[in-house]
């Protein structure tokens, strides 16, 4: 079975908003440190949190997240 990874485009989507880590933790009620990990696939986010993150940057959930298989 292929292996899956959640693979996400918080960055790009938070760089054409021009925010940084800190205004977003901000915006969404987290730390920056949340932001990082979710950022760079540390940290799969719950449900609530994808959502709000969507929200925040207007775009979709799948505009955002993704399964990369692999």
Known sequence: MA???LVNTIKVQRAKKDLTQEE???LVQ???KTINTVENGIY???TYLA???AKVLRVTVEELFQIKEG
């Open 44 to 46: 799969i986010p719950s």
């Open 3 to 5: 292996e899956k990874n």
């Open 30 to 32: 987290v730390t920056r």
């Open 24 to 26: 977003l933790a901000e």
């Open 51 to 53: 959502l709000k993150l």
